[in-house]
Structures are given as C-alpha cells and as structure tokens.
Antibody, heavy 124, light 110 residues
Framework: EVQLLESGGGLVQPGGSLRLSCAAS????????MSWVRQAPGKGLEWVSA????????YYADSVKGRFTISRDNSKNTLYLQMNSLRAEDTAVYYC?????????????????WGQGTMVTVSS | QSVLTQPPSVSEAPRQRVTISCSGS????????VNWYQQLPGKAPKLLIY???LLPSGVSDRFSGSKSGTSASLAISGLQSEDEADYYC???????????FGGGTKLTVL
C-alpha cells in the first residue's frame, strides 16, 4: 500500500525553525517528484514547494522562498521541509504529496497520494 | 487572491447535477494539465480528476472534468450527501514556475 506519513509539526515561536519529515512507503520513492502543500486553519490549499525525484530540481512558492528548504533522502525514502524564520502566517497543516507520473515534468503531473498532514503553529 | 478562480460555494439537491468552474490564464490552465481534488471534512485532499478529464482508479464516474481555453470545469452528477466537500482545481503555472490552486469551492447537497 502506498503511504505517506508526515511528522515534525508542533508549536514554535515567531522567528524559530522546524523540520518536517515525510516517510514514504509502497512505491519507488526516487522515481517520483514530491511536494509540500499547506492549509491554514479554515483556508484553502496552498502549494509550498516541490522537488524532483533525483532531488536535482526544486521549486518554491514566493511566500516561502529564502526561508524554507525542501530536500529528500532517497536511501531513506524520506522527504523533508526545513522551515526557518517562521511567521504567524506559516501556521497551517502541512501535507506531503506524491507526484503521479514517474520522472514527470510538473506541467503534466498531479498529486495522487497525500499524507494525513502535520500541524505547524507559529505563535508566541 | 488565488491565481485560479473558483466560486466559493455551490449547492444542489440530491440526484441532481452540479458544475464547478475554474478560471485561469494561458500560463496555467491554457497550457497545462488541470487537476481536481476533493477534500472531505477533516480529511486530506484526494485526487479526483487529472490531466483535465481523466479519472484515477476507484473514482466514481459520476465525476467528470472538462477544459476549454483558460477555463476548466468539474461536473458531479447524481449528487449524493457524501459528495459534500471542498473541491479545488490546480495547475502548473509556466510564468511563475509554481503550482497554483483555486481558492476552493464548498459543495452543499441540499
């Protein structure tokens, strides 16, 4: 069974840092692009960042560029999101999501598997 | 303000048909695949439609997608109470080099 399991969320003060992890199982992790998508309380979905299967290409939303870093360890089947200089507006449930097509270019892809999400709260 | 524009809410009676629109531009919907996601209350999103009009395995054929120019639509026929959810369209944007989502549409089955 294909599964994604996020962890690492919690309460952090403004300006602080947090690292999220997403453990993948049931598929050839290194073949697929992965993304982080977040949802603030009561709000819609917002894509945050994506990384290619090899890790050689990364993409970021303007709202997190320069503060967040996406990475992956294909030997551990794990996706990461390092979040620095956190702000109140980063408060959200963070989902990791798997690309549908192996080695796809983003324009042709979709997020076919989602994790259950991990809550990040930025507050003093 | 989302790059893709959806109506905030739609409602229809059981067994009827409803459509949800998604408007974008030539840099996203006009040139790239449109995907639709369903988010049931308190749950993670689920892929409903990919590549404009294709259904993933296991998704009911009561759901269908279409695209024309820079707009896309999701149609749900034979509405059921369990279809009550938030629905999001999404596409890659070539100009911004990012994934963009619509603001979401809340479907109420009356």
């Amino acid at each position: 069974e294909v599964q994604l399991l996020e962890s690492g969320g919690g309460l952090v003060q403004p300006g602080g840092s947090l690292r999220l992890s997403c453990a993948a199982s049931g598929f050839t992790f290194s073949s697929y692009a992965m993304s982080w998508v977040r949802q603030a309380p009561g709000k819609g979905l917002e894509w945050v960042s994506a990384i290619s299967g090899s890790g050689g290409s990364t993409y970021y939303a303007d709202s997190v560029k320069g503060r967040f870093t996406i990475s992956r360890d294909n030997s551990k089947n794990t996706l990461y999101l390092q979040m620095n200089s956190l702000r109140a507006e980063d408060t959200a449930v963070y989902y990791c999501a798997k690309g549908r097509i192996p080695a796809a270019i983003p324009r042709d892809d979709a997020f076919d598997i989602w994790g259950q999400g991990t809550m990040v709260t930025v507050s003093s | 303000q989302s790059v893709l524009t959806q109506p905030p809410s739609v409602s229809e009676a059981p067994r009827q048909r409803v459509t949800i629109s998604c408007s974008g531009s030539s840099s996203n919907i006009g040139n790239n695949a449109v995907n639709w996601y369903q988010q049931l209350p308190g749950k993670a999103p689920k892929l409903l439609i990919y590549y404009d009009d294709l259904l993933p395995s296991g998704v009911s054929d009561r759901f269908s997608g279409s695209k024309s120019g820079t707009s896309a639509s999701l149609a749900i026929s034979g509405l059921q109470s369990e279809d009550e959810a938030d629905y999001y369209c999404a596409a890659w944007d070539d100009s911004l080099n990012v994934w963009v989502f619509g603001g979401g549409t809340k479907l109420t089955v009356l």
